[in-house]
């Protein structure tokens, strides 16, 4: 900018030999003071501006930053719609617009007024309010110096952002239309959305944007733009019943939503809790019943270890049992005192197996009464090696056959092996002649050994 003892001096024909910019930084347009010029004068523009030569309500020619000397060259405007004279000394009339295009920034706005809002959810009528900030650019100086300028000699920013029409009637309008957009547009935003107007902070950025278009549409005419747009505060009626009342049912809402949360996540650890105590429950159950069942496994095996080095059998323990047993049961019966003596015999003894025949050879009148009376499953039961019951062909512990019963005409190999067939089924010994088995004097137990089966008593020597 020029000072008095700067400006530029009119050569004697009133024309200036070097136009440039002699406005302020607040100026949005300004208007040269010089209008007369000639063929030669030079044109001076600063960064970020744009001078537009302007006749008879017409833009014309536009000189970006830059020096620039008037020709007929770059006047094409100009010469075409005003014959520029051939003479460079002949003086022409224009005026010269200086249009500053650089972003200006802070420009405050606020609604004149309050903005009637029905909220959606509850249907109460409410009135809000809005302010906040902009910023300014021109994209087109044509446009800007047709619609708002005119003859005026020029704008600042502080006309559009003033509220009042000291600046002239296009001024005003601008400053209208800006308002009239936010107040018609910023309803329609928060409904398109589905804003709720009590968290309405939350989403400034969001009507800040949509604000800027719609106000930017508008401004294109005017050859203007708003690069940003900024919603600061939203005013709401703090003092207004129906306000008051909407933020009572929205606090109101919120707590039983968060309530029923609370519940359902107490019903969902519960149930969680629930599952984890019967599947612990569960997993206790199968670890017992596996630990039982191991127990009585061992216990099977020590039993039958221990049967097994005294020499016994099965067979004969069970026989034994049931058979002391019956004498018990007998023992108070009258005629049974002999009975009894036999069965304590038994007992005393131990595991004698030639006494255990003898019991079972005094029952043998009373156990066939007793037999018909046991249950014909039970009859057929059988206990196997691992101490298990069964009443199957199969064990059902450890899947061994059930024993087959000892026909009358089975004899035992010298290798141990039971057979009824005419030689042995293990080692393939042929069955001894049947002059060579004896019978026991004690037990009645036929023999091919040296010793009894049943009792243990050695074979008789011959002819005694």
Known sequence: MFGKKDEPKLPDNGAASVIMYDGTSQDLVHKHKIENFN???QLIVHEAQEAVFFRDGMALDLFGAGRHTLETQNLPFFNRAFQ?????ETIFHAE???VNKAVQMGIKWGTDSKIRFIEPESGLPIEIGACGQFSLLVNDSRKLLIKLVGTADGMSYRDVSSNTKEYGPAVSKFKAMIITKVKSSLAKIIKSCDINILEIDEHLEEISDGLRVNINDTLDDYGLIMPEFY?????????????RR?????????LKIRQEEILKAEAEKARERMAVEAETEAQLKVISAQGEAQALRLKAAAEAEEMRMKGFTYREQT???????????????????????????GIALGAMSGVVDMTKNVMN???????????????DSWMCSCGTTNTTKFCGGCGNPKPQAVSPDSWVCGCGTSNTTKFC???GKPKPADSESWKCTECGTENTTKFCGGCGKAKPESGK
């Open 365 to 379: 009148p009373m156990t066939g009464a007793i037999s018909e009376s046991i249950n014909p499953a039970q009859a």
């Open 246 to 254: 909407l933020k009572q049912q929205h606090a109101d809402m919120f």
């Open 96 to 98: 010269v617009y200086f």
């Open 39 to 41: 063929l030669g004068t």
């Open 425 to 427: 089924g293990n080692c």
């Open 319 to 345: 026989a034994r049992e049931i058979g002391v047993e019956a004498a018990k049961n007998m023992g108070g019966s009258a005629g049974g005192s002999a009975v009894g003596d036999i069965a304590g015999l």
């Open 84 to 88: 520029l004279p051939t003479n460079a």
């Open 231 to 243: 919603v600061e505060t939203v005013m709401t009626p703090d003092d207004d019943p129906n306000y």
